[in-house]
């Protein structure tokens, strides 16, 4: 039998493409900072292969007239086993996937979805809605417990037609299973972008953005997608449920709001309609160096509250400059970009310029010279800002290869508000430093970098570096590593950040999510799940538990 996917070209157990392969120069880098953590070194565990795993034969009979919509091929079962966190990929190297969907549903059609959801409805089988996973926090995975007769994942990757694309109030209806370069490339003849670009770009989903309030690439103005959402249509086990497409509204309670960030909990998203702008013909950008991470925050606190609206504002403290060939580890580096579709850019870049020099930032005037950005699409781009950009579309690989050799490297990501940010930003270094020399026994490293920025304040995103175990051991660096990532979440939450500000809640980060919500919230948001998913079908364990069932199962973190 073969897949029902549309493309078997991605690894089914990691990151990305199957068939890329890192440069001579990145494995080389790879192999130099994994001996600093590890110098007793080791052999990579080898990359895994479908026939190394051994699947538990699907639990449930399809009906019929649904079999032409499901696969139970390994490739398909062994993609949608889990998704891309730290302790998906580990998981997947120890070839211990025990929990896979019992089929892979890849529904063409609304009908066809309406139709699944009521058959697992009838037969008491979990639905878990699936974009392109890449979930990190545990969104995807199929384990539910015992109170189910079975699994199946709703892939949506044949619901990607472009219905409607409207130049004149510049927006677009898309189904939710288009993936990312598809909508863009659509959108390109008529000049027009989304302009949302997540790291998981090439393999994420419009559906899975709106399902996980996904932040984008750009440091302000319109990043989540919030911001860019007109109306959403989903499928919910009690019919269809869609807000009226407008530009704005007053009326209550948003349904798109409600809709935003469900994770797959309460209904499918199947369509939406998105806010575009122009293609940007001008940009500009370069580095700016400042003696201490503080006073590069000072600065962006400046930035943010200015009105200038730069569309990257990334600052890198010392060691992420350093990891991501932007810098030379003594000084924290500035990322600063303004893009526009309809003006030059020197007076917006001068002011910035200006204010950031007023906190000690120091620049390169010549390289602005150089390549001036006056004519349409010319960009400014310095070395530095180059490099990042590289690094951080390369950095999922890379944590692969780590993992292979039994290395952690890992992220976690918040928002707070100015005023307590150096308070903030001491204790969790503090504490994650103190976590990973206490549970690996060595020392690790950890760098931060913001992410957005806010007028009120940013979001710092962390990486972390540590020994995990030997690479013929990892189950034992899969304990270090939820030891480690409890240290971080309970270190915000403790610390009143949030416990994630743009890769979701999943099983994962669940715990955190109720520490940081009310009770009667939570209590509100299960009446709602009542009324549209009454028997508790849809992805169980993510966000609340169905009512009247225990799911038995929160995530890889526990808790």
């Known amino acids: 039998m073969a897949s029902l996917a549309k493309q078997t070209d991605r690894k089914f157990w990691g990151w990305g493409y199957a068939d890329l392969c890192l440069t001579a120069a990145e494995s080389a880098a790879i192999e130099e900072a994994g001996g600093l953590l590890a110098p007793e070194g080791g052999t990579p565990i080898s990359i895994p292969q479908l026939a190394d ?35 998906d990929i580990l998981r997947m190297l120890m070839r211990n996937a025990p929990n896979p969907p019992d089929f892979v549903a890849f529904p063409k059609t609304q009908n066809d979805i309406c139709q699944l959801l009521e058959w697992m409805e009838k037969d008491n ?11 990190v926090c545990g969104g995807v995975e199929p384990d539910v417990g015992d109170t189910y007769n ?26 939710a299973g288009i993936f990312g370069p598809d909508l863009e490339n659509a959108l390109r003849p008529h000049g027009l972008t989304l302009r949302h670009f997540p790291q998981s770009f090439g393999f994420s989903t419009l559906g899975g953005w709106i399902a996980t309030r996904a932040g984008g690439h750009f440091a302000t103005q319109y990043t989540h997608i919030d911001d860019l959402v007109e109306s959403i249509a989903m499928q919910t086990p009690r019919g269809p449920l869609s807000s009226r ?37 001008y940009k500009k950008s370069i580095s700016v160096r400042f003696d201490s991470f503080f006073k590069a925050a000072d600065a962006v606190r400046t930035l943010s509250q200015s ?17 991501n060939g932007a810098g030379n580890g003594k000084h924290a580096v500035l990322l600063l970009g303004f893009e526009s579709a309809d003006h030059p850019l020197d007076a917006w870049m001068d002011r910035a310029l200006a204010l950031v020099a007023d906190h000690g930032g120091t ?39 780590y993992l292979r050799r039994g290395l952690l490297f890992d992220t976690f990501e918040t928002a707070i508000t100015w005023d307590r940010f150096e308070e903030f930003h001491n204790h969790i270094s503090q504490s994650v430093h103190q976590a990973i020399s206490e549970i690996t026994g060595r020392p690790g490293y950890l760098s931060c970098r913001f992410t957005h920025i806010y007028p009120d304040g940013p ?16 189950g034992s660096a899969l304990q270090r590593w939820r030891q480690i990532k409890t240290a971080a979440s309970e270190a915000i939450i403790a610390m009143g950040g949030t416990i994630t500000h743009h890769h979701a809640v999943g099983r994962d980060h669940r715990k955190g999510y109720e520490q940081q919500s009310s009770t009667l919230f939570r209590q509100a948001l299960g009446g709602m799940k009542r009324t549209l998913d009454p028997t508790g079908i849809l992805n169980p364990g993510v966000l609340i538990d169905p009512v ?12």
């Open 53 to 87: 795993y051994t699947l538990p034969k699907p639990r449930i009979s399809p009906p019929d007239h649904l079999k032409p919509l499901l696969s139970a091929t390994p490739y398909d079962r062994l993609f949608h086993a889990y998704g891309q966190s730290c302790a």
């Open 125 to 135: 089988i979990a639905a878990i809605p699936f974009g392109g996973g890449t979930s």
């Open 150 to 175: 079975g699994a199946v994942s709703i892939d949506l990757q044949y619901l990607d037609k472009v219905l409607e694309i409207d130049p004149i109030s510049r927006a677009a209806h898309f189904e």
């Open 245 to 281: 497409r407008l530009p704005g509204s007053g009326a209550g309670i948003s349904a798109d709001r409600m809709m935003l960030g469900s994770e797959g909990t309460m209904g499918i998203i199947t369509d939406a309609w998105v806010r575009l702008q122009a293609r940007p013909h």
């Open 307 to 323: 009105g200038l609206h730069p569309s990257n504002c990334r600052v890198l403290d010392p060691m992420e400059a350093l990891q």
């Open 363 to 401: 620049y390169d005037g010549e390289a602005l010279k150089e390549h001036p950005p006056s004519a349409p699409d010319g960009e400014t781009r310095d070395k530095a800002t180059g490099a990042w950009r590289n690094a951080f579309i390369r950095m999922p690989y890379y944590r692969d290869e």
């Open 459 to 474: 979001a710092p995103y962390y990486t972390f570096g540590a020994y995990g175990a030997a690479p013929d051991d990892l």
């Open 548 to 559: 009247d069932r225990s799911v038995g199962h929160t995530g890889v973190l526990g808790g």
